[in-house]
Structure formats: structure tokens, C-alpha cells
């Protein structure tokens, strides 16, 4: 066996997959420190992008995989408000403790994913189509469900201090706990796809499904695992959001669906499946939420906010574009010295 | 209440539905009503008034039926597209939100030109159904509950405003933010806009991060006002975030339980209300009357708001609140 550390070189450093979104995030938190000042920089400043990230992150990185995977969850847009809904009204409408609230918020999204990913592999059915169903399904359920349970839509709830502690509370004031559970998850799915077999699966799944499958990988199986994993990371989101606001509305969590998906395609995810990191999401997580919340601490007018994000996210892109295809193009000839 | 007296209640309603539909097919009057999502908090106010009222248009044998917008992302446009979706479908009277009038008017005098009587709630305004010849306009007059909002700020010491909207663009959003820059300027303050992008809508950690940088960013701001109940929940965060609760009075444009709450609890200084279940109830009330029987209501327009709920009126809101009519 050869040497299989890879010397460290600019060259190499450049080649890495994750070089261009790094790039691409350098760009737009250099940009707004600039005209962003000193706010911006401030550990205040960077709550706000963190606290925003974190919440997305926790979902995007699940959405990810399944991207990696060749598939999408679009259901998590109703997954978010159905975990936060079915908390409040639990813990708060019933009144039951708020671990009975979390549990079945998980369950539910569970159960929501397993039909999802149980549709997906019988049916053939494209996921886009089929998460699209169980997102009007899983909306209309909620709202009808909530009506008839607590005669509103919007639900308080009043969580005791150690799920305020471990879900809802702000560390120095200003950092949401939600952070840690994010930087947690990008460990546990980190270690899932780059060093377990999962994770090779789940490549294999985007590039070829059918020869996936010929080489023996349960596809099936983790299909459904990956959509099990989306549903009840979007509850999670919901049900912490609930505990962190103290309120749940039905309505709340489409707008999670377009940003994941942006999210995770500014990381360097593949449209088309079958290339990605969870570094590269991770990335692509923070630089979406720098852009969106970065425009506050500038001078701009607000009104030209979404023309900023969108002129800026196109840039992050293009960068990782560049630098992947640099990656991918490349090989280093035997025994070069680089 | 009990999971037996849920499960009844389930069973209540889809029967209600099956018998809805049934009756759908039946001779009578027709009320199409154009409306808001019904997972939309305040909206959801609207349609227990709707629903209520569908009792009255019942009993005259007639029918209401509920059209609603499935997203706020071209609210004017399928809003326009529901007026004539309620055409087609040989409405006899259609009560209808006009969002956005330069998208809609064209459709409403559309189903004028078929025969069919409109008539406005919830946005629009006075003028705007006189100008239509609508039968009357029942609801909110969002420039004049912008005033009211803006001179509660300036006459309470807040002299620097913002208006978080959270989907800029929309008629009634804009007159709100503008009638709180007028009131706020009557009375010696200042009020700015501050439209957040579409990404933001939905995300409450998203709009409170918005507002607290704004708040960092110019700290002479002492007041905020969303112009929406759940935008207030986040806005609360976002104040206290920024180290600013206390100094940067919150206010909003209707309200729920949360915020009901802060007002009791004082770290909301006021809502504004415009009575939804009013809105709903009166709108379908007046056109099946209308239709069945020619009557209208002289006054014109009917306004159900604007109502300041604070800590002086907190405790009789919070009875309403409870019972869902508010």
C-alpha cells in the first residue's frame, strides 16, 4: 500500500470538493463585513447568521443525503409546523409533560418519512412527486386536525426549564442551543457518510441505483431510513421552534423547503445526485444564511435585499462550479511530486 | 376537554363536510367567498365567522362556498383567478378580499358584468367598493388602523418606528406601514418599512435575527410593529435579543394567545385589531341578504376596526380570545 495521506500543497488544498464553497462563503462574509461594519463582526452579528443556519442546517443536511441519494423531501415544509403543532398542542393545549410532546413530534415525523420513503421504493413514483402529496397531505391533516382540537391554529406553549435549557434557551444571551444541536448532527451524519458503509451507499444510490442495488446495497432499506431521518429532523426543528418561541402555528416552515434545497446545491451537493459532503452543506448553510440575514446590518435599502441574496448566492455558486470542476477534472499522475 | 369529546367532535364535522357537499347540489342561493388560508391565524378568525354565518345562509336554503388561496406568493393574481373560478362555478353573490385591486378589479367587474353582486371585506376599502359599485365594504380600513398604531407610538414617546413587513408588496400591508409612517408623523414621530425577502416568510428565526440587527444597526429606533400576529413572536425575540426589551416598545397588527399574553405580561405595548370573526360573519351575513332579499346596510363602509387592545382592555380580549372569536 502507497502513502494514502494526501501532501498538503495549494494545489491540493484547491482541489478538495469543499474549496469552493469555502470560497464562496469567504466571499459573501468579506463582502458584508465590509459594508456590514462593525455589527456584523460583532459575536451579536454572528448570532444572527448562526441562530438562522442552525435551525436550517438541521434539516438541510438530511435533505442532502437524500440529494446525494438521487431523491428529495419536499414534505419537510409541513413537517416543521406538524412537529411544532403537535408539541404545543400536547404539552401545551393537553397540558401532558413536554417529553410525551417531543416524542411523538419525532414519531409523527418518523412515521411521516416512513410513509414517504415506503411510497418512493413501491411505487417507483418519483420522490418530488410523491413528498409533494404527503406535503399538502401532512398540511391539511394539520390544519383540520388543529381546528377541531383547539379551535385556532396558532397554540401557545409554556415548556418547563429543562427542555427551555436543552432546546430553547440562548447561551450568552444571544446564541441559540439550537447551534449545538446542529454542529452535533453535522458530526453524527459527517461520520455516517464519510466513514461508515452507509456512506458509500448513499453515493453509489445517486450515481447508479439499479447497479447500487446489483452490488448488493440494501437500496430500499436506506431510502427509507434517509426519509425516516428528513421527516424527524424537520419535527425537530418545529418542536424546538415551539419551545423556543413559545407559540406554534400551522402555517409556519414552506419557506424551509426552497432554502434547504438552496442550502444544500450551494454546498456543492450534485442536482442529479451522487456527489456531495457534509462539510460542503454545512458550508452551503452558512453562506445562505450570512446572505439573508447579512443585508440587515448593511446600509442598503431592505428593498433590494432578495436582489443582493440572489446576485450574491449566484456568485457563491459559480465559485464552487469552478472549483469542482478543477476537483473533479484533476488527477495527480502517479508519483508526482505535487 | 376530553379525547372522547374530540374524537365526537371529529366525527361532527366530517359528516358536517359530507352533508356540506350534498348540499352543495341542491336549489339556492350560492355565497362564494374568496379568502385567506385557513392556516393562516387570523384568517382562521375570518372563517369561524364565515362558518357561523353559513348557518344563516343554511336556513335560507341557500349554500356558501369557500375559496381559498392555497399561498400568499401571487395573492392578487389567484385571488383574481378565484373571482372567476366563483363565476364559472354560477355563484349568486361573491364576497371577496381586494388585495390587490389593480390585479383584481378587473375580475370583480367581471362578475358584475355577469350579474353577479360583489361585495368587499376585509381589504379594500370604502372608496374602493364605492368606485366598483360593490354592495358594501365590511372590514378594516388598513391606512386608518396604521394611523391609529402610529399615533398610539408617538403620543406614548416612541418617535422611531419600524414596520416589519414580511410581505411587502401587498396592498394592505403597504397602506398599514404607511398609515403608521402618517400617524407616527402627526404626532411628531418617524416610522421606516422594513420589508423582509420571501426566504424570511415562515422562518420566525429568520425575522427575529431581521429585526434585531435593525435594531443594532440604528439605535434610535424605540418602537417596532409586524403586521402580523406571529411575526410578533418573533419580533419579541429579536428585541430581546438585541439586549433592547424594555427600550424598543412592540406592537402588531392583530393578534393571538402569545401576544395576548405580553400585553398582560407588559412586554407588548399594544395590538391592533380589526375583528376578524366580524369580517367573516358580517361579509356573508349582508351578501345573502342582499341576494336573498335586497337589503343592505346604509352605512358605507362597515368598519369593524381599528380597535387598540392594551393593558387597559386586556383582560376582556383574553375572554373573547378564549372562546375563538378573537
Known amino acids: 500500500m502507497t502513502d494514502p495521506t494526501p501532501r498538503m500543497s495549494l494545489g491540493v488544498v484547491l482541489r478538495r470538493p469543499e474549496t469552493g464553497s469555502f470560497l464562496g462563503l469567504a466571499t459573501v462574509f468579506v463582502f458584508f463585513w465590509i459594508f456590514g461594519g462593525a455589527n456584523f463582526a460583532s459575536p451579536n452579528g454572528a448570532a444572527s447568521w448562526l441562530n438562522v443556519a442552525a435551525s436550517l442546517g438541521i434539516i438541510a443536511i438530511p435533505i442532502g443525503l437524500l440529494m446525494i441519494a438521487g431523491e428529495l423531501d419536499i414534505s419537510i415544509g409541513s413537517m416543521v409546523p406538524a412537529g411544532s403543532m403537535t408539541c404545543a398542542i400536547l404539552s401545551g393545549h393537553f397540558g401532558l409533560p413536554i417529553a410525551v410532546g417531543i416524542g411523538a413530534a419525532l414519531a409523527l415525523g418518523a412515521v411521516v418519512g416512513l410513509v414517504n420513503g415506503l411510497l418512493v421504493v413501491k411505487t417507483a413514483v418519483p420522490s418530488f412527486i410523491v413528498t409533494l402529496g404527503t406535503l399538502f397531505a401532512v398540511a391539511g391533516l394539520l390544519l383540520g386536525l388543529a381546528v377541531i382540537i383547539t379551535g385556532t391554529t396558532s397554540v401557545k406553549l409554556q415548556a418547563g426549564p429543562e427542555a427551555k435549557f436543552l432546546l430553547g434557551h440562548f447561551i450568552g444571551g444571544v446564541f441559540q442551543v439550537t447551534i449545538f444541536w446542529w454542529i452535533a448532527a453535522a458530526a453524527f451524519w459527517g461520520f455516517v457518510l464519510h466513514y461508515s458503509k452507509y456512506g458509500n451507499w448513499i453515493l453509489a444510490m445517486g450515481g447508479d441505483k439499479v447497479s447500487a442495488r446489483n452490488a448488493g446495497i440494501p437500496t430500499d432499506r436506506v431510502t427509507i431510513l434517509l426519509f425516516m431521518c428528513s421527516g424527524m429532523s424537520a419535527a425537530f426543528v418545529g418542536l424546538s421552534q415551539a419551545i423556543l418561541y413559545n407559540s406554534a402555528q400551522v402555517s409556519a416552515g414552506q419557506s424551509y423547503i426552497f432554502n434547504a434545497i438552496i442550502s444544500v446545491v450551494v454546498g456543492g451537493v450534485l442536482l442529479t445526485g451522487g456527489y456531495g459532503s457534509i462539510f460542503g452543506i454545512v458550508l452551503g448553510t452558512l453562506t445562505f444564511a450570512i446572505v439573508n440575514q447579512g443585508i440587515y446590518y448593511t446600509g442598503f435599502d431592505a428593498n433590494w435585499a432578495s436582489l443582493i441574496i440572489g446576485i450574491l448566492l449566484l456568485v457563491a455558486v459559480l465559485m464552487n462550479n469552478t472549483f469542482r470542476k478543477a476537483a473533479l477534472s484533476y488527477a495527480p499522475r502517479k508519483g508526482a511530486r505535487t | ?169 401587498a396592498q394592505n400591508l403597504e397602506d398599514r406601514c404607511k398609515g403608521v409612517a402618517d400617524g407616527a408623523a402627526k404626532n411628531g414621530g418617524a416610522s421606516n418599512q422594513l420589508p423582509l425577502p420571501a426566504s424570511a416568510f415562515g422562518d420566525p428565526t429568520a425575522v427575529a435575527e431581521a429585526i434585531k440587527a435593525t435594531l443594532l444597526k440604528d439605535t434610535s429606533i424605540n418602537g417596532a410593529i409586524t403586521i402580523s400576529a406571529g411575526d410578533a413572536n418573533s419580533a419579541a425575540t429579536g428585541i430581546e435579543q438585541a439586549g433592547l426589551t424594555g427600550k424598543v416598545a412592540l406592537a402588531s397588527f392583530d393578534m393571538d394567545g402569545a401576544g395576548l399574553d405580553r400585553i398582560k405580561a407588559g412586554t407588548q405595548l399594544f395590538a391592533v385589531d380589526q375583528q376578524p370573526w366580524l369580517q367573516g360573519f358580517l361579509a356573508v351575513t349582508m351578501a345573502d341578504a342582499y341576494v336573498n332579499y335586497g337589503l343592505a346596510i346604509a352605512s358605507a363602509p362597515v368598519l369593524t376596526g381599528p380597535g387598540i387592545v392594551d393593558s387597559a382592555n386586556i383582560d376582556a380580549t383574553l375572554a373573547g380570545a378564549g372562546a375563538g372569536y378573537r
Open chain 2, 1 to 169: 376537554m376530553t379525547i372522547k369529546q374530540t374524537l365526537l367532535r371529529l366525527v361532527v364535522s366530517t359528516t358536517a363536510l359530507a352533508f356540506g357537499a350534498t348540499m352543495a347540489l341542491a336549489e339556492g342561493k350560492t355565497v362564494a367567498v374568496i379568502g385567506g388560508k385557513a392556516d393562516d391565524p387570523f384568517f382562521a378568525k375570518v372563517k369561524k365567522g364565515i362558518d357561523d354565518a353559513t348557518l344563516v345562509v343554511q336556513a335560507h336554503g341557500g349554500t356558501v362556498n369557500y375559496l381559498m388561496l392555497q399561498n400568499y406568493d401571487n395573492i392578487g393574481g389567484d385571488a383574481a383567478n378565484l373571482v372567476r373560478t366563483a363565476i364559472s362555478q354560477g355563484a349568486s353573490v361573491i364576497a371577496v378580499p381586494n388585495w390587490v385591486p389593480d390585479a383584481q378589479d378587473e375580475a370583480i367587474k367581471a362578475a358584475q358584468a355577469a350579474g353577479i353582486p360583489v361585495i368587499l371585506y376585509n381589504s379594500g376599502g370604502g372608496d374602493k367598493a364605492r368606485e366598483l359599485g360593490a354592495i358594501n365594504y365590511i372590514g378594516n380600513e388598513e391606512y386608518t388602523a396604521g394611523l391609529a398604531a402610529g399615533a398610539y407610538f408617538a403620543t406614548h414617546g416612541m418617535t422611531n418606528v419600524i414596520c416589519v413587513n414580511t410581505v411587502p408588496g
